[in-house]
């Protein structure tokens, strides 16, 4: 987690994207393909197990509630899955030249969040998997389960302009006023705001752990 929030911060960071220098040489080089080829691991995984959280949400059925029991080890999966593409990803291009241009820097920051999300909804879905879809616990499921498969499906829109294959979806944020080709990064007090937050978050479980 430390590395992900680490790279978050490296991409907000070097001046907007406005530089134009090229340092570095990257350690070692891997073909894009490798990256293209992996990512769709995550993104299937992740998307399944959304769907599956959907269908369990409007449905008592026996069948729903099979296929609940899938969600955790699909989500869990796609969180390794993630990781290697993570990886694979940041030895395609020099890191100087990948974060120069807001597309490129808003695709890692996403692909950090959506891994980091994803992981997270993974451990604590499992923790309470049983109280998840009880009364209006189960819109709450509904609702993280939305913005985690939102997230998702963005970081592959990004990732397939960044290749040069945009997609409708690229066009629809851009309708929506997200020019992904030009768009802005968030500043860096979000960073702080969210650093904070989640200190706020962990400090409260603590505390309500121990009065428990």
Known sequence: MPVLVAGAA???GGG?????????TPSFSIPPVYHILVVHFPIALWLTAALFIFFRVFSNSDLAVRLQKSVWPLILL???AGVVAYGLGQSIYLWSALTQSPLGRNHIMLATWTLSYWTVLGVLGYRYRRHLFEGAQRWVSFILTLIGAAVVTITGTL????????SLVTKTLGDLGWEVYMT???PTWMLWAFGLGAVVIVARGVLGRRRA
């Open 16 to 24: 907007g994207g406005v530089e134009m220098e090229l340092e570095g």
């Open 184 to 186: 802005f990064y968030l």
């Open 78 to 80: 796609g969180s390794l």
């Open 10 to 12: 490296l991409a907000h």
């Open 159 to 166: 990732g397939g302009a960044l290749n040069g294959t945009p």
